[in-house]
């Protein structure tokens, strides 16, 4: 019996050996050119259920020196940022700037390593390039072969204890993906009750259209996405489970959306504009949100004192 387990084990890595041998080695390009999946703006799309599905290769593997061509060709806009929505800082590496539909850029690595990137209009795109010494053999041929030994192994020795950590890894990767499902807009979705409610489409196209249009815009949603994902799921859950606090949501969020309605009606063109602009509308809600409660308690109080 255990001759016979010893000797399948020996076909087996025979096998796995001959596959390795007569495939030939894949190399690390010299250029790639990487795409958004079309349609993955949409927080609907399938790619999200693939992991890094949403670009296209979502493992890209480069040389040193060689050249990444990031090519909008979806109908939405994108971003191509280096690091991941969690990161404090983002895009240090590359791609801090909107693409819009049709335009590309280029990065040429000049160190080896690896490279996550992510969309940051679109939070549930993200990526992985890889950047080897040129002539390396790509990495992805081994390390599957290597892998499907290990699998082998482990499923006949460990079969209880892998299952376990995948069923926990796919828990993980649920979690995620609801988290990140809706976009920037999960209070205002929760809120309005649809993706497709016109509040939400309202906020959607602005945040596309205009404030991702500048440098200064994109910067200021960076930060503002980084803070506003620490709280929006809670806020979003707390309405689904409590409708009066979703009315309560939406009495308070409408002078916030009417008043950013008024740059739909303004054309911005420059940075400048855009400063102007994103000051004056966060000035006027401060005085919405802070200034009128304040004004009516002091009134209250004189009220009373006279
Ligand atoms: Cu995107």
């Known amino acids: 019996m255990k001759t016979i387990a010893i000797c399948s084990f020996f076909v087996l890595f025979a096998i796995v050996a001959g596959i390795g041998a007569t495939t030939p080695a894949a190399f690390a390009q010299a250029e790639v050119t990487i795409t958004p999946d079309p349609g993955s703006g949409e927080p609907t799309d399938d790619c999200i259920d693939v992991e890094y599905g949403c670009y296209i290769p979502g493992t890209a593997t480069v040389d040193v020196g060689g050249k990444v061509i990031f090519s909008n060709t979806d109908s939405a806009a994108h971003t191509f940022t280096s690091g991941a929505i969690t990161d404090d800082i983002v895009g240090l590496v590359f791609g801090e700037r909107m693409i819009k539909s049709g335009d590309s850029f280029e990065w040429t690595p000049d160190t080896v390593g690896e490279f996550p990137y992510f969309c940051m209009i679109h939070p549930w795109m993200d990526g992985w390039i890889i950047v080897q010494e040129a002539g390396t053999a790509e990495e992805t041929v081994e390390e599957v072969m290597e892998e499907t030994v290990e699998e082998v ?10 299952e376990t950590v995948e069923e926990e890894t796919m828990m993980e990767e649920t979690e995620v993906i609801d988290e990140t499902e809706g976009g920037g807009c999960l209070i205002a979705t929760a809120t309005f009750g649809s993706e497709l409610a016109p509040q939400v489409q309202q906020l959607r196209e602005l945040r596309d259209n205009t404030i991702l249009s500048t440098e ?24 689904r489970e409590h409708p009066v606090f979703k009315e309560v949501m939406k009495i308070t969020l409408t002078p916030m959306i009417s008043s950013l309605s008024l740059l739909n009606h303004v054309d911005i063109d420059s940075e400048e504009e855009m400063l102007g602009y994103g000051i004056s509308l966060i000035i006027l809600n401060i005085g919405m949100y802070v200034g009128i409660p304040v004004f009516g308690i002091l009134k209250l109080y004189q009220f009373k004192k006279n």
Not at 153 to 162: Q, R
Request: charged fraction near 20%.
């Open 216 to 239: 200064s815009g994109t910067a200021f949603m960076t930060t503002f996405n980084q803070f506003y994902y620490s709280f929006s799921p809670i806020i979003a859950d707390l309405e």
């Open 153 to 162: 192994m482990e499923e006949t020795v460990e079969e209880v204890m892998e």
